[in-house]
């Protein structure tokens, strides 16, 4: 169910032309499960899994 809201919101996201189109649902749910992992020994730190996310979800937004 999960995967599955994921990609719809890839799926609307693409079209309306704010992310990428080469990045698969997949890719999308790895980099976010594998920040969270990465992030959570940094928490009290730098806004921890947010900050690493915020840079994360810069690199999917589509270029103009």
Do not use: N
Not at 14 to 42: W, Y
Request: glycine share 10%; charged share 30%.
């Amino acid at each position: 169910a999960l995967e599955r809201a994921v990609d719809d919101l890839r799926r609307r996201a693409v079209e309306a032309g704010g992310v990428r189109p080469d990045v698969t649902t997949e890719q999308i749910m790895g980099l976010v499960v594998g920040t969270c992992k990465v992030a959570d020994p940094m928490a009290p730190t730098a806004g921890g899994a947010c900050r690493l996310l915020d840079v994360v979800f810069d690199g999917l937004r589509a270029r103009a």
